[in-house]
């Protein structure tokens, strides 16, 4: 019997089946039109219709495909799945997109408003779109010296938020055909407003103005700044010989280590090549030397998966090329060397190691002259100090989990509870949203503690959501730890220490918390716990979002509520938290899981999730595991209880700032989800106890008159009686 083309599997597959989304004829159809015209297909689907299906076809090492066989591979492979199959596009070589969202209270027309204040009004173009209310993706083509990645980024999204900007390193744009997920297709609309067939070549796109490129041109949160080759190579040539010593004999140390174990080498010697000639850079000798040695051993290491020597040893040539570019932007005056000296600040016996220097200072953990003070214990702080401006609360992850906040996942038995945190891990080292639904305000790098089931099966279910993200796990700033410790021991702490400096993480997992439970610390004994996870919490210091993985009591009530968890303390240390249980029992022979998830705060409420796993029974085979996310019901407690904390912030906010906000600013200094601090704002408004003024007040440079709100009888001063 013939084996059959893909063209019959996909005539075939097409008549005996329908689609979610794009029948596959229609996918290759519209892939090879798209890549005949410049543009870069890429399989896009999940529950948003929009993740990328497929890795190394986007970033900064993204290889753009062209074969028509490769677009009918994809349609075969990825039409089946439980949410079908989308058409999308990375950003080709010079060009960009704005992706503006003006739905559902988003800011996105405020933001593009207020960037063409500061830059200047935007030149019209082609838009891709499945809304109707202006939303969607401008491209505009960029300069030729800007298209090289090594000389020019953007801002990963527009101060504001709302905007984000697919470049080519950054984001996929879904284009038509797509289908929305609220069924709508996605349309092409021209310069003059008029739908049309497709984007044209986008060499033809209308050209990005310069202010705008110099005003996207300042990005802290998704690149490192770089320097020119030129100025590399003077880096380079530059470097101090020497002995090694001191953090580049550790460095030295622990890349040699890495070369020997499980996982990516490539990744491990990157980040000990870059931080090398940075060290170079700023003056510690000995570099050189060291980078010779480690080329030699990595390309021992590596050379029989690579398939050549010569290949290994470009990629480690290409690794000291982008260090050197990265450390041609340092400041490196004698104040940065002697930083990195005993008794600078950044040296590893100096207390507060790393912290912001602003807020240090504040504290007076460093003196004017830039040393490092060290704070007595159990020094009181000021009234003065105290009253100073709090700064306002930022997202780890939107809608789910505050930056820096500290807290459980809990959860019944067998809910699922690693799979989550390993989504949550990849999304933030990523830069991708969350189950395709909730945005990554602040990535960065994850350090995990891996307490129970080992190496292996860490590795194939880490690697199955990577899949599942469509991103490459190699890529991530991703780090766990295997070995068990106490949090009691020296030990522990010590590493957990160093590997918050080195690795500088937005996220820390310990996965399960027992794991890690001092001997000797009962689990009912309130006192001892409370100590115990303050202390842990304390240990990172707000430095970085802190989840620990605890468990539900084996007997009673199942709510999601955090006296559920078993042991105790954790309810009154929590400052936020992630708990879930099954919707039904789990089908395991299909892999079905269905769970109820809350994601709650003491910083800006909650809000429960139904979300559905699909994982199959043999974690091999986990290129099909999938998930959907949808709201889930509220009781009538828990809206009354949600409305009483939002209106339980906006009350404080206005009596600390008479009619100096407007609806939309106060929404957004309440924080968390944004329709309810709308809908809070009406009903206080209609009971009377607010009201909305024409009040004149200063904006940047102008004096502006908008309708602003504050407490119906104004703040109240009060007197006190002395004779009374």
């Known amino acids: 019997m013939n084996k059959p083309t893909s063209t019959n599997v996909l005539s075939a597959t097409r008549k005996s089946k329908p689609y979610k989304r794009l029948h596959p004829e229609e996918f290759v159809d519209a892939a090879e039109a798209l890549a005949e015209n410049g543009w870069h297909p890429v399989p896009i689907g999940g529950a948003s219709g929009k993740q990328p299906l497929v890795g190394g076809v986007s970033g900064y090492a993204g290889i753009d495909v062209d074969d028509p066989d490769e677009f009918k591979a994809w349609a075969t492979r990825f039409c089946v799945r439980k949410h079908g199959l989308n058409l999308g596009s990375r950003a080709p070589s010079g060009a960009i997109g704005i992706d503006g969202d003006f739905y559902d209270g988003k800011q996105g027309r405020q933001t593009l408003a207020d960037a063409e204040d500061r830059w200047g009004a935007l030149p019209k173009t082609w838009m891709t779109t499945a809304r109707d209310d202006g939303s969607g993706i401008r491209w505009f083509r960029i300069p030729e010296d800007c298209a090289d990645s090594s000389q020019w980024r953007a801002l990963g999204e527009l101060p504001g938020g709302g905007a984000e900007i697919v470049q080519r390193h950054h984001r996929v744009g879904a284009l038509p055909p797509s289908i929305h997920h609220t069924g709508s297709r996605y349309r092409v609309i021209d310069p003059d407003g008029n739908e049309c067939d497709a984007l044209p070549p986008p060499d033809t796109l209308p050209m990005l103005p310069q202010s705008w490129i110099a005003g996207l041109a300042c990005d802290g949160y998704t690149r490192t700044e770089r320097g020119t080759l030129v100025q590399g190579q003077e880096v380079l040539e530059a470097l101090p010989p020497g002995a090694m010593e001191g953090l580049v ?178 999304a933030v080292a990523s830069g991708e949203r969350m189950f395709g639904e909730f945005e990554v305000a602040s990535p960065g790098p994850v350090l995990y503690y891996v307490g129970e089931g080992g190496l292996e099966p860490f590795q194939r279910r880490l690697q199955a959501i990577a899949r599942a993200y469509g991103v490459e796990l190699a890529d991530l700033p991703i780090e766990a730890v295997f070995d068990l410790g106490s949090l ?165 906010a206005l009596r600390d700032h008479p009619f100096e906000m407007t609806r939309s600013k106060l929404a957004e200094a309440v924080g968390g989800n944004r329709k309810a601090a709308l809908g809070a ?35 109240q001063k009060h007197k006190f009686d002395r004779e009374g």
């Not at 020296?490 to 590997?499: M, Q, T």
């Not at 310990?510 to 304390?538: C, F, K, T, V």
């Not at 704002?681 to 008159?705: F, H, N, P, T, W």
């Open 488 to 652: 009691s021991e020296p030990e522990f702490v010590d590493a957990l220490h160093r590997n918050l400096d080195e690795l500088q993480p937005e996220l820390v997992v310990i996965d399960p918390l027992y794991a890690y439970h001092p001997p000797g610390i009962e689990a009912q004994n309130l006192y001892e716990r409370g100590r115990m996870l303050a202390e842990l919490s304390a240990a990172v210091a707000g430095e970085a979002a802190l989840v620990v993985a605890d468990h539900f009591k084996k007997s009673g009530g199942h709510e999601l509520d955090l006296d559920s968890i078993g042991q105790s303390g954790m309810a009154q240390w929590a400052d936020s938290w992630m708990l879930q249980r099954h919707c039904k029992r789990p089908d395991l022979t299909t892999g079905e899981f269905q769970l109820e998830v809350e994601f709650g705060s003491r910083q800006w409420g909650g809000s429960r999730w139904n979300i559905d796993w699909t994982i199959p029974t043999f974690e091999a085979k986990a290129a099909e595991l999938d998930w959907s996310v949808r709201r889930g019901a509220e009781s009538a407690g828990d809206k009354a209880a949600r409305a009483d904390r939002v209106e339980g912030r906006i009350l404080p």
């Open 249 to 426: 004999g550790e460095i030295f140390v622990k890349c040699m280590n890495e070369f020997t174990r499980v996982g990516s080498r490539h990744q491990a010697m990157n980040k000990c090549v870059v931080r090398l000639v940075k060290l170079g850079r700023m003056g510690w000798p000995g570099v050189p030397d060291v980078l010779r040695i480690l080329r030699e051993e990595y390309v021992r290491a590596v050379a029989g998966a690579r398939g050549s020597e010569a290949t290994a040893r470009r990629e480690f040539t290409a690794s000291v090329t982008d260090g050197s570019m990265m450390a041609a932007t340092i400041n490196c005056g004698t104040e940065i060397y002697e930083a990195f000296q005993p008794g600078g600040t950044w040296h590893k016996d100096t207390p507060y190691r790393g912290r912001n220097r602003k807020q240090a200072r504040k504290l007076g953990l460093i003196d004017k002259e830039g040393n490092a003070v060290q704070k007595p214990r159990f020094s009181p702080v000021s009234a003065k100090e105290l009253a100073q401006p709090v700064p306002p609360m930022e997202w780890l992850v939107q809608g789910m989990w505050p930056r820096n906040s500290f807290g459980p996942a809990g959860g019944e038995k067998k809910t699922l509870k690693t799979y989550n945190l390993l989504s949550m891990s990849v």
């Open 681 to 715: 704002i009406d009903k206080l408004v209609a009971s009377g106890r607010i009201e909305e003024r024409y009040v004149e007040q200063k904006e940047g440079a102008r004096m502006i008159s908008r309708d602003r709100l504050g407490l119906v009888d104004g703040p």
